[in-house]
């Protein structure tokens, strides 16, 4: 299971100079080329899901495949929340098996960007779960001629970077020095000295958004001045685009030959990438340095009354499962009667955590509280609970 701790993998790139790609993917075909490339190249890599692409697929269908492929991946993977929109989107994400996520607030106001990014810090570390901030703007859509979304980017000031990771506790720095989203005219000019001094102002991983389009030589003064991620998508689009494109010479008739070749191509980019961003060859360094991503499952066993009707126990788990569910850090929530005739036994919940830290957040969360005291104890006198963590 080599789905690992995304802030362990970026702190370690960060101390060991060299940047893992964080690649938005938009279809199984970007899924399965990305990590493809990383095996190849023995890295690691972060799968990235981006909310503004959300009106192109179904992104619990997506997560379910990610994190499935992220699993038997041979190399350490990390998945990650891009560009989330609101606290809601943070929640999701992580119940569908983000282990990394991003708030951006990043072009609200100062003060709004540190509050809504700080009650994404409370929530995802309650979670184990490392966030990402934005300060400064960068400009444009994934995956669109940047021209299309001039907007104002915003550059990071060094001197709020430090009051900002201070307030925030954020885990990861993203970062505005002259990139932008989607394909500019020309290439970006970057502002070198302004992220030097970002870098001696905080002391963690920088990312950057926008990493399409920069020159070999930018990409290494960036990762020589703390940038530890890199967001690339727009270049993958396109080599997906022209593969679709050459392939229209041909005038296939079906959609699979159409799509012919696509994941190859997205493949041979994102390899490139981590060749140049020196990545590669570090995935079993990785592995043996970074904690594993362990979920835990929350398994409670009970009995009610033999006087007590089985339909108010159904109606009971039934009103519960969509309350637990709903709380941050809860991944699935299963509720079972006993198929074993005179087991110790006779009902069970099993809830699965997205890692041991939702132990206590689960515990001490408000609904679950209600639930447990008013609903769930005064009729399971005898229970059993016990935290399983996940094994390799
Ligand atoms: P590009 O589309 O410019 O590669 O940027 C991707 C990105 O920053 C996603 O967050």
């Not at 990071?156 to 307030?167: I, L, N």
């Not at 005219?185 to 001696?200: E, F, M, W, Y």
Request: glycine share 8%; hydrophobic share 40%.
């Amino acid at each position: 299971m080599p789905l690992v701790d995304m802030r362990d993998m970026l702190f370690h790139a960060y101390r060991n100079g060299y940047a893992i790609g964080a690649f938005d993917l938009v279809s199984l075909d970007f899924l399965e080329g990305i990590l493809q490339a990383a095996e190849r190249q023995q890295s690691p890599v972060i799968l990235s899901l981006a909310e503004s692409h959300f009106d192109h697929y179904n992104f619990a269908y997506l997560m379910a495949a990610t994190v499935a492929a992220a699993r038997s991946a041979q190399v350490p993977v990390a998945i990650h929340l891009d560009h989330g929109t609101e606290i809601e989107s943070v929640v999701r994400a992580i119940r569908l098996g983000c282990n990394g996520v991003m708030l951006d607030a990043s072009h609200l106001p100062y003060e709004d960007n540190v509050r809504l990014t700080r009650e994404v810090v409370h929530l995802a570390h309650a979670c184990g779960i490392p966030v990402e901030g934005e300060l400064g703007y960068v400009a444009g859509v994934e995956g669109e001629d940047a021209q299309k979304h001039p907007g104002n980017l915003i550059y990071t000031s060094p001197e709020e970077a430090r009051r900002f990771v201070a307030e925030t506790q954020v885990d990861f720095l993203a970062v505005s020095i002259g990139t932008v989203h989607g394909r500019l005219k020309g290439t970006p000019q970057l502002d070198i000295p302004r992220l030097q001094a970002i870098h001696q102002q905080v002391d963690l991983p920088l990312v950057i958004h926008g990493g399409t389009g920069l020159t070999d030589a930018q990409y290494r003064q960036l990762i020589d001045h703390g940038v530890a991620k890199i967001n690339y998508y727009t270049a993958l689009s396109e080599a997906a685009a022209n593969q679709i494109q050459e392939n229209g010479r041909h005038q296939p008739r079906s959609y699979t030959d159409w799509l012919q070749g696509v994941r190859p191509a997205i493949q041979r980019e994102v390899e490139a990438r981590m060749q140049l961003w020196g990545s590669s060859g570090k995935a079993e360094e990785v592995l043996a340095r970074c904690k594993r991503w362990r979920e835990v499952e929350h398994v409670v066993e009970f009995n009610v009354d033999a006087s007590m009707e089985e339909a108010q126990v159904l109606e009971m788990m039934r009103r519960g499962r969509p309350l637990l569910e709903a709380i941050p850090g809860v991944r699935r929530v299963f509720t079972g009667k006993s198929l074993t005739p005179g087991g110790r036994f006779r009902y069970c919940w099993i809830i699965r955590f997205a890692h041991s830290e939702v132990i206590a957040s689960y515990r001490d969360h408000p609904d679950h509280q209600q639930f447990a005291d008013t609903e769930f104890r005064p009729i399971a006198g005898d229970r059993l609970t016990i935290d399983f963590e996940e094994l390799d």
